[in-house]
């Protein structure tokens, strides 16, 4: 156990429809990292939050947005799903300043867009 | 911008035998660090083994153990006694070491697809 938590694990919708994904990143982590898998294209990068602030922009589509909470969590926004938005979405986190520099992922909540 | 790369898409190795991950990447930087996860097929990516670069001596967790050569840029991955439970993907992964910015995001490699034989 990562210690990362991420709901739902499973979600299947239709095109055209908006879903959020939830993460709850470990105890005292600050960042939190949001990528996207899919069949094609591996492990790709979104987007990265450090203590309720955007941090770094990677592959993120217009149609996604982001935020982190005071509490840190981390809720990750798809709208307007097409059937290529269909993966699986993991969220990490670390900790900020010094530290062994890994990733720690949550299980993943896997989209399917119908 | 860096980049990660996994030249062997699949692998297969013999129960109990040795197999060696390869992977190159790409980086103007001196300072990062170096990763293999695991992914099996329950999709949890699990790490397996990280590599500071400043460290001259190859990592090593119990049967996994990297050959990390900095002035080449490649960082195998040796499997050592090879188990059923170590079939998965692997991925080589780089991290900037640098405080701040878009370089602290992981970078991924492909991917190698290891199959364990019995």
């Known amino acids: 156990d990562s210690g990362v938590t991420q709901t739902p694990k499973h979600l299947i919708t239709a095109t055209g429809q908006r879903v959020t994904l939830r993460c709850s990143p470990r105890s005292g982590d600050l960042s939190v990292y949001w990528y996207q898998q899919s069949l094609d294209q591996g492990l790709q990068f979104l987007i990265q939050?450090?203590?309720?602030?955007?941090?770094a922009k990677g592959n993120i589509l217009e149609r996604f947005s982001a935020q982190q909470f005071p509490d840190l969590h981390s809720e990750l926004n798809l709208s307007s799903l097409e059937l290529g938005d269909s993966a699986l979405y993991f969220c990490a986190s670390r900790t900020g300043g010094a530290n062994t520099g890994e990733l720690f992922f949550g299980e993943g909540s896997r989209l399917t867009v119908l | 911008a860096q980049t990660v790369t996994q030249s062997q898409p699949e692998m297969s190795v013999q129960e109990a035998e040795t197999v060696t991950l390869s992977c190159t990447y790409d980086t103007s930087e001196s300072d990062y660090y170096l990763f293999w996860y695991k992914q099996p097929p329950s999709r949890q990516m699990i790490l397996v083994i990280r590599q500071e670069a400043y460290k001259q001596q190859n990592a090593t967790e119990n049967r996994f153990s990297v050959n990390f050569q900095k002035a080449a840029k490649s960082f195998s991955l040796k499997i050592s006694d090879s188990q059923l439970g170590d079939a998965a993907m692997y991925f080589c992964?780089?991290?900037?070491?640098?405080?701040?910015?878009?370089?602290?995001?992981?970078?991924f490699g492909t991917g190698t697809l290891l199959a364990v034989q019995p």
């Open positions: 992964a780089y991290r900037s070491q640098i405080y701040g910015g878009a370089t602290n995001k992981l970078i």
């Open positions: 939050y450090y203590n309720g602030e955007e941090r």
